[in-house]
């Protein structure tokens, strides 16, 4: 399967129907606003959650058409979650997706609201989803506000702030990222699951695999911080070092992380072994696509 190609393809849709989903650059009251907006949502990027989304719900025997609002309304959020990480405050970034970051081009304060305004629109966009037997707008809303809340995602981000400088133990590690990576890829595949009316066995192997995917994906990022380069990755490079971050990586070494990681998505793919096999191969190649994965 060429799932790169896959990826491709389902970015473009995406980005075709946020295009149509956001207010327009020059919207009023502020065309600064909405263009730094578009500034970080288009700015590229492998579109790994709203592939995730649609899968998900493949798996579960719906449709891409009933998904691709939330698939939207995850990358909408996504991308918030990357304009303030980039922030002085936070990961201090200049660089993202190959391209200076929101506040680089933006101003501080502008991109604080661009991800606000973001943050908002993607609610918006998950209360257009279609309601079935099962779930219906209010538990769609209701996933997505719980897993990058307090208790999850933006939990996790407040745990790797108070983990600079420290050395944490692999447990609180752990912690950090299935906060701050996996809470969002568990949205991503229970939303598109939801969407597609799932079982109760459905919706728990697909949260399994999803956890697994990621936290492998946030070893992985790891381990390219160390090893990549600005050119490839298309962002900085010695984050970690630099700010003095704990990471598994940094605890046990390159090879144990990557072993880790291997055995984290063989994981991922035991757990779908409860769907038919013929509609989850999709989401077993970009397992091992983004093992491998080189960016």
């Known amino acids: 399967m060429d799932i790169a190609t896959k990826l491709h393809e389902t970015a473009e849709r995406t980005e075709r129907r946020l295009a149509e989903l956001l207010p327009a650059e020059d919207a009023a009251p502020c065309s600064a606003l909405h263009s730094a907006m578009r500034y970080s949502i288009f700015a590229g990027g492998k579109r790994i959650r709203p592939f995730l989304c649609i899968e998900a719900a493949k798996a579960c025997g719906g449709s891409e058409m009933v998904a691709l609002d939330a698939a939207c309304a995850l990358e909408t959020l996504h991308t918030y979650t ?66 990058t809340g307090s208790l999850h995602l933006v939990g996790g981000q407040a745990l790797d702030l108070e983990g600079e400088g420290r050395t944490l133990t692999p447990e609180e590690i752990r912690s950090i990222y299935l906060g701050k990576t996996a809470a969002l890829i568990m949205a991503a595949v229970r939303l ?29 990022d790891d381990m390219l911080d160390v090893t990549s380069s600005p050119e490839v990755l298309g962002k900085s490079i010695g984050k970690d070092a630099r700010d003095q971050k704990a990471t598994y990586c940094s605890l046990v070494g390159l090879d144990a992380a990557r072993a880790e990681a291997r055995s984290l998505t063989a994981s991922a793919f035991d757990s779908l072994s409860v769907l038919p096999a013929e509609r989850t191969a999709t989401l077993r190649a970009l397992s091992s696509y983004l093992l491998e994965r080189e960016y």
Do not use: W
């Open 82 to 147: 990357l304009i303030h990480d980039d922030l002085p405050c936070m990961d201090d970034d200049d660089l993202r997706r190959g391209r200076p970051t929101c506040h680089k081009v933006y101003g501080e304060g502008m991109a604080v609201l661009a991800g606000d305004a973001l943050l908002t629109e993607a609610f918006g966009m998950l209360a257009r989803v279609p309601e079935n037997a099962l779930y219906g707008v209010k538990n769609y809303v209701a996933e997505l506000a719980r897993l």
């Open 192 to 220: 598109g699951a939801m969407s597609a009316a799932a079982s109760a066995e459905e919706l728990e192997a697909l949260t399994i695999y999803a956890c697994d995917l990621g936290l492998a994906f946030q070893l992985i």
